[in-house]
């Protein structure tokens, strides 16, 4: 079983990493994964609701069941307001507090001038107050949540904030007390509280933007519906069945099924194609999409959950919550972070203390060590990149069903593709007509479409979509696998294969030099008889789609090995390998050869969209299902095309392969950052003879490292082909 809940108050990668502790401690819980970025949870395992909640709970968390329909932007919202509002009080009261205590060191003129007129003890006495003001004022929080969490013995950035401030505090408060003339550190104590509340509403702002996708979808269909008779009624009042009324300009409802009326509808939502697509009687319509032109009236064929709009933003949400294999070493190191950060800072206490100065510097480097080393710029390394990465695909028209999918496809080293309905359209077509000697491509066409009129073969539809309008035909006789026959305008027209005319007593010799050419190049060659007289020739064959040849020519770029798996005739599978410069091709395959093919091939991803592919689109390294297949291929798959331009599937590489890149930048960053700040902030440069790192630059470089990670994340919102 599989639950999702709502995590509340978390503030850090330690606070997900004991939230994901206290779930997996859980009995009957087999996995539990907690997304900082996207305040979620993902249980898995036989355990109730109630039980999951009060584990979190326990973990001093809040908690609450998940649901597709929820909207947390108004809680989030509100409360990046009170986060902006108690940032904006922190910093108004410590911008006195820093003039006080460090214009003097910065101009010696104002020290004195402090001296002399209110006094140092006065000085200090109004810097107590304002710090004070700031810790039990909008710095409350810290304490409130940090504390509870020493006595769990779960410390998290709250935690370490509350130590830091709090003993620059006491340290002071009790200067201030017995020698108030002594330096204290009040204006540490406050600006760290300022600016780490300043830190959290500018990740809070930027966080919010990478939840924008989701947003974006969710605001894609209308709250209400217009019904064929005019009347406005809420969307969760339709039935199925329903007549609705789309007028140009409206997005549409719902899925569903055109009536009356044609225009051009705006999918790019869905596929990210920015051309018009026409819809008329008959066409199916997808929720979300926009009329552009023409009024319509449509059956609701789908409500709710049930609509491709509302499986796409679930989709995407699944996704952006899901655990890359990654991140399971970032979560490892974070749930020790905090603890081993802790421990050095006392370590640097301990060593100041007996080998330094004075009790001022050893609390100083101690505090700073508490400050600069927030495991948040860990934690929002992988989540945010892949919030921001999944939106992107999704924009562009990809879809990850599986989390895991957007690292391994930008691993994978090859791409298979089946032909029919993947490459091709999927359907045979007329490309060419070949007549003998005194006949016309006109006059042939003419004959054939008049024969086909009456056969449901698909090279007869073929036929007839080039030539809608036949002539009448008597006695139409069809020979299963070989060819039709019927009289038209007195004549016996005939339509097949070589043999089928060579058991008529018609000699095709004259045409096979042409078939056999044709059929080398994927083609298939249609003989056609006028009495007693081979005439000519039809050629069929499934056409490319239009973007696959730039599609491949783009994924070899890349850098990708290509390969066709088809159950095709090989020399149809040869021809158009060669016409597409694909040098791996295998045909005449079964699902079960497909699969075979593939597991010789580790690395490869799969593209399809057939039944037959679905065992295929499973055993890939990565499946990726065209999203205008069947079902079962989109549920077999790792990766849904919504489209069918095949170009989407270089889209979807670059985008794995980008966001990965930023995840590793990211994480690269932020290891990087408390490796070389947290000896700087215990003294190591001091040491050394350089300058020490203060409580107030610790907790700004603290926040600009969180920062750092959500704007590099940010950037793969440009990401382009």
Not at 99 to 118: K, N, R, V
Request: net charge negative.
């Amino acid at each position: 079983m599989n639950t999702q809940l709502t995590i509340e108050g978390m503030t850090c990668a330690a606070c997900a990493s004991r939230v994901g502790r206290a779930l997996q401690a859980v009995p009957g819980v087999t996995h539990a994964h907690v997304n900082l970025a996207t305040e979620r949870a993902e249980i898995t395992g036989d355990v109730t609701l109630a039980t999951l909640l009060a584990a979190v709970e326990e973990s001093g968390y809040g908690a609450h069941a998940f649901t597709p329909a929820e909207d947390r932007a108004a809680a989030r919202a509100a409360e990046q307001q009170r986060l902006g509002h108690a940032a904006a009080l922190a910093l108004a009261l410590a911008l006195p507090l820093l003039l006080l205590e460090m214009s003097g060191h910065l101009l010696p003129a104002i020290h004195h001038w402090i001296a002399h007129t209110i006094g140092l003890p006065a000085s200090h006495m109004i810097q107590g107050g304002l710090a004070t003001a700031i810790l039990f004022g909008p710095g409350l929080r810290f304490f409130r949540l940090g504390l509870p969490a020493l006595w769990r013995r779960a410390p998290d950035m709250n935690a370490l904030v509350a130590i830091g401030a709090g003993a620059a505090w006491v340290y002071s408060a009790a200067i201030l007390a017995t020698t108030p003339e002594e330096a204290v550190y009040f204006e540490s104590a406050g600006v760290i509280v300022a600016l780490v509340l300043l830190g959290r509403w500018l990740e809070g702002r930027a966080r919010g933007r990478t939840s924008g996708a989701i947003r974006a979808l969710s605001r894609l269909a209308p709250r209400t519906a217009r019904r064929a008779d005019g009347s406005e009624v809420a969307l969760d009042t339709l039935v199925l069945g329903d007549a609705l009324l789309i007028r140009p300009g409206e997005a549409i409802p719902t899925d569903g099924t055109v009536l009356t009326g044609t225009s051009f509808l705006d999918q790019s939502m869905f596929t990210g194609e920015p051309m018009p697509v026409a819809r008329g009687p008959g066409d199916a319509v997808l929720g979300g999409s926009v009329n552009q032109s023409g009024a319509l009236t449509i059956r609701v064929d789908k409500l709710g959950g049930d609509t491709l709009l509302a499986g796409v933003i679930r989709m995407v949400e699944e996704a952006q919550n899901a655990q890359m294999p990654i991140q399971a070493l970032v979560d490892r190191i974070t749930l020790w972070f905090v603890p081993a950060v802790m421990a050095v800072a006392a370590l640097t206490f301990a060593l100041w203390l007996a080998f330094g100065p004075s009790l001022a510097v050893a609390l100083t480097h101690a505090v700073a060590v508490l400050i600069i080393a927030c495991p948040c710029a860990m934690g929002l390394a992988t989540p945010t990149s892949i919030m921001v990465g999944m939106g992107r695909a999704a924009a562009l028209g990809v879809l990850f069903r599986h989390g895991d999918a957007l690292q391994r496809l930008a691993d994978v080293q090859g791409v298979a593709f089946d032909k029919t309905g993947t490459l091709t359209e999927g359907h045979p077509a007329l490309i060419d007509t070949r007549p003998a000697e005194g006949f016309t491509p006109e006059a042939l066409l003419r004959l054939a479409a008049a024969v086909e009129a009456h056969s449901e073969h698909p090279i007869a539809r073929a036929i007839l979509a080039a030539h809608p309008n036949p002539l009448p035909a008597q006695g139409f006789l069809a020979t299963s696998g070989e060819g039709a026959a019927a009289e038209v305008e007195g004549q016996t027209i005939r339509l097949g294969s070589a043999a089928y005319l060579r058991r008529a007593g018609i000699s095709p010799d004259a045409l096979e030099p042409m078939a056999a050419e044709a059929a080398s190049q994927g083609q298939t060659p249609v003989f056609i008889a006028l009495g007693e007289q081979a005439a000519g020739l039809l050629l069929v064959a499934d056409r490319l789609r239009p973007n696959t040849a730039e599609a491949i020519a783009l994924l070899r770029s890349l850098g990708l090995r290509l390969m066709i798996l088809s159950g095709d005739h090989p020399a149809t599978v040869a021809a158009m390998a060669r016409s597409l410069g694909i040098e791996e091709a295998k045909g005449g395959l079964l699902p079960a050869d497909k699969v075979a093919a593939l597991a010789a091939a580790p690395g490869f991803a799969f593209t399809g969209d057939g039944i037959n592919d679905a065992p295929a689109l499973a055993a890939a390294s990565v499946g990726i299902a065209i999203g205008t297949g069947t079902d079962i291929a989109i549920d077999s798959a790792d990766v849904v095309l919504m489209g069918d331009d095949l170009k989407t599937v270089a889209q979807a590489i670059t985008i794995s392969r980008a966001t990965l890149a930023n995840i590793k930048q990211n994480l690269a960053w932020a290891f990087a950052y408390n490796a070389a700040l947290i000896p700087v902030a215990a003294g190591a440069l001091q040491l050394l003879g350089g300058p020490g790192l203060s409580p107030m630059l610790a907790a700004g470089a603290m926040g600009f490292s969180s920062l750092f990670v959500l704007g590099n994340a940010l950037r793969l919102r440009g990401v382009k082909l």
